[in-house]
């Protein structure tokens, strides 16, 4: 009995200690809360090869350094002044997909009233079936203000392939006037083979050409007015009894949009499967107005976009020369003269220039007086010509010049921003693809690399099969010339047994 009583008291005991030990000891997670909590987040995709291609304007010394973008290639420009901020593969060829229709409209609304009656044509249905249209029949008749909202905000290609007819007479007599237009501006590597931006081998721009053509666009009121606007209506036409809401594509303008930026002023948009994403962007903050160009990007043009702002006006301001500490260069004799007996004050006072918010180089500027008594007026950054300026020059700057003996001096030629001189001022930061005959061995594998990347995705397979055959071609060379010896040495040991 006692026995018994002290092995229950035994039990009683065990259970206690179980008891406690499970109140004091921390409750281990099961197998499937552990997973929960440990789960990592996806991974980000990885980033494509053009992520980590050259920006040339981190080139320029004391130049502030401007983001990787995945666009293969990218500009920052100022407006009103034409300075580049930031430069990757600006003068290299990419298809401008439906950012055309910049030209396009640029060319309407300077050519046809906004009241004019447009009657569609069988034009209409000359584009790819899958791409963006409105759903314009032949017959149908638009006013020129709605089809200018529906080119730039709804990117009908249906609409832009008409009014280039109607303005025309046919679409290439109207395409030839956009590359017209495109040589008048400076555009040096642009070609359009239609009005929509439909993709063609034969049809493409530069990210620095795009950003000039913008610019000359956003001169336009009208242009400015529709490229802001949310949303327009097109009423009832005398074929379609319905009305047509267009909704503005450029997901950067629109404030209820999760890419919406602040002080955005609109742009447009473009995509097709061979030109990747294209998008052209206007902003403005603190006194600066900038246009923002990304070719051939994937799926993170709104992310480039961005980031490119931030650059632009984080790290740059813009300034009346008159407010920073600018020297005339030292063999400019002219200009020291204009600066001694201040003629050349009030045209300081009446500029700007886009600056590095942290000047880590000095400011100079260069005159020279041309044939038509025009100064102009070279500013420069270190050895980085900012902006060249032409102003008609007074009484006062023409007897100084000739009191100097000046009477003229010829136009500094390719004085584009960005460009770097030496003694003979030849030399570019920014390369011109087009100036292929002095180009460097560098510069020339650098556009063998590029050329090499446009090619087809089937390159890879083909080199390897060339390398394969090449080695092959060697190794039975090789082979063939050691037979050919070991033939001649046969027969030159049986001439000699045969003398013998």
Not at 69 to 76: D, M, R
Not at 226 to 247: A, G, H, Q, S
Request: glycine residues 6%.
């Amino acid at each position: 009995m006692k026995k018994k009583i002290k092995d229950l008291w035994k039990t009683l005991l065990l259970c206690a200690a179980v008891t406690v030990t499970s109140c004091i000891t921390p409750v281990m997670a099961t197998p499937t809360e552990n997973t929960e909590n440990i789960a990592s987040e996806p991974e980000a995709p990885a980033k494509p090869e053009s992520y980590e291609w050259e920006i040339q304007s981190n080139k320029i010394p004391g130049w502030p350094q401007g983001p990787k973008v995945v666009a293969e290639t990218a500009i920052l420009m100022d407006i009103d002044s034409g300075s580049i901020l930031y430069a990757k593969g600006i003068d290299e060829k990419r298809a401008p997909a439906s950012t055309t229709k910049i030209m396009t409209a640029m060319l309407a609304l300077e050519q046809v009233p906004f009241d004019t009656q447009i009657t569609f044509t069988d034009e209409v249905n000359n584009i790819e079936a899958d791409s963006t249209h409105i759903g314009i029949k032949p017959g149908e008749t638009l006013t020129m203000k709605d089809c200018a909202y529906a080119i730039l905000l709804a990117s009908a290609n249906e609409v832009s392939s008409g009014v280039a007819e109607y303005i025309g007479g046919d679409v290439q007599t109207f395409v030839d006037s956009m590359n017209q237009r495109a040589k008048d501006l400076g555009c040096q590597n642009t070609h359009f083979v239609n009005a929509n931006g439909l993709y063609s081998e034969d049809h493409y721009t530069t990210a620095r050409d795009l950003a000039t053509i913008s610019c000359a666009a956003f001169q336009n009121e009208t242009f400015r007015e529709i490229i802001k606007t949310p949303y327009y209506i097109v009423p009832e036409t005398n074929i379609t009894n319905e009305t047509r809401w267009l909704n503005n594509h450029h997901k950067m303008v629109l404030p209820d949009s999760s890419e919406y930026y602040e002080g955005c002023l609109g742009g447009k948009t473009g995509y097709t499967v061979k030109a990747g994403n294209t998008l052209v962007t206007y902003a403005e903050r603190n006194g600066m107005r900038l246009v923002c160009v990304v070719l051939a990007d994937i799926n993170e043009h709104y992310n480039d976009t961005r980031a490119l702002f931030d650059y632009g006006f984080n790290n740059f301001q813009k300034v009346s020369p008159s407010a920073v500490d600018l020297t005339p260069a030292k063999k400019d004799t002219l200009g020291s003269k204009l600066i001694e007996q201040g003629s050349l004050n009030t045209i300081f006072q009446e500029s700007s220039l886009i600056l590095p918010k942290e000047l880590q180089k000095s400011l100079t500027f260069e005159t020279a007086l041309e044939e038509d008594h025009t100064l102009q007026i070279t500013y420069r950054y270190g050895d980085t010509v900012l902006e060249t300026s032409s102003t008609q020059a007074t009484d006062e700057i023409l007897a100084a010049a000739k009191d100097l003996g000046i009477q003229k001096e010829e136009r500094t030629e390719g004085s584009i921003d960005f460009q770097k001189e030496n003694e003979e001022k030849e030399t570019n930061v920014v390369p011109d693809s087009s100036s292929t005959s002095s180009q460097s061995p560098k510069g020339f594998i650098e556009e063998l690399v590029h050329n090499f990347r446009q090619l087809p995705g089937w390159k890879y397979p083909a080199l390897i099969f060339i390398g394969a055959a090449l080695v092959f071609y060697i190794v039975t060379l090789i082979l063939r010339i050691q037979r050919s010896k070991k033939r001649r040495k046969r027969r030159k040991n049986r001439r000699k047994g045969a003398s013998s």
